[in-house]
């Protein structure tokens, strides 16, 4: 049973334009969200986060959304670029008393090219 | 500052041998996770430790798996026998705190590529 959903494995943007990832979730008890950035060969490396009191976060070129709602979040990349090629990944913290997991979706795997 | 520092970065081994995997977490954080990344389910947590205990392990797929801590700087997760199935990529990570309310608190180490053939 998946809880976050990334439902594009892969996307493809052409340098300068705008990268939008999806991630959905369906644990209302969700209360703070991640995306990690992934290269070949390394670990995963935190990007920007989110808490459920807000519906938007932003940091430099990258801007996360919440829609709570919704169950939906995004990651906006402006202007995106080569060095950004990666697997991008969401995940997301439940808080259910003294144990809190984190919970990652599958991942999306950008190119941005040229 | 070191980072996690995971070993071996890369194992080839027999459907049916003993697979295991090390991982020295920075120093001073109290939690250590192992997760596995497949394309199919993504990265999943099998186990954590908080102080060298195992306090969630829901997530080892069965009884081949095993983790151990047995000091606050190495970890090890073994798999008895392997299958090609089991064939992922292995990472460990630490952290300071469970969880945080802002920012990031689990640094993830470069990750153990598991191919069992």
């Known amino acids: 049973d998946q809880q976050v959903k990334q439902n594009s494995p892969s996307l493809s943007v052409q340098e300068g334009r705008i990268s939008i990832l999806n991630c959905d979730y369906t644990?209302?008890?969700?209360?703070?969200f991640l995306w990690y950035k992934k290269y070949p060969a390394e670990g995963p490396t935190f990007l920007i986060s989110?808490?459920?009191?807000?519906d938007k976060n932003e940091d430099g070129r990258f801007t996360v959304f919440l829609n709570k709602s919704a169950k939906h979040l995004s990651l906006h990349i402006v202007p995106s670029q080569p060095g950004d090629s990666a697997v991008y990944f969401c995940?997301?913290?439940?808080?259910?008393?003294?144990?809190?997991?984190?919970?990652f979706g599958t991942g999306t795997r950008l190119q941005v090219t040229l | 500052d070191a980072g996690v520092i995971q070993s071996p970065r890369h194992e080839v081994t027999e459907m049916g041998q003993e697979v295991t995997l090390r991982c020295k977490p920075i120093?001073?954080?109290?939690?250590l996770f192992w997760y596995r990344q497949t394309m199919m389910r993504g990265l999943e947590l099998l186990i954590y430790?908080?102080?060298?205990?195992?306090?969630?392990d829901s997530g080892m797929p069965e009884d081949r798996f095993s983790a151990k801590m047995p000091n606050a700087s190495f970890s090890t997760l073994k798999i008895q026998p392997s299958e090609p199935r089991d064939s992922a990529v292995y990472f460990c990570?630490?952290?300071?705190?469970?969880?945080?309310?802002?920012?990031?608190?689990?640094?993830f180490g470069e990750g153990s590529w598991l191919t069992v053939v």
């Open positions: 990570a630490s952290s300071l705190y469970l969880r945080t309310v802002s920012g990031n608190t689990i640094y």
């Open positions: 644990n209302s008890m969700f209360d703070y």
């Open positions: 989110i808490s459920s009191i807000k």
């Open positions: 995940a997301a913290y439940d808080y259910t008393g003294t144990a809190s997991k984190l919970t």
């Open positions: 120093s001073g954080h109290d939690y």
């Open positions: 430790f908080n102080n060298n205990v195992p306090i969630d």
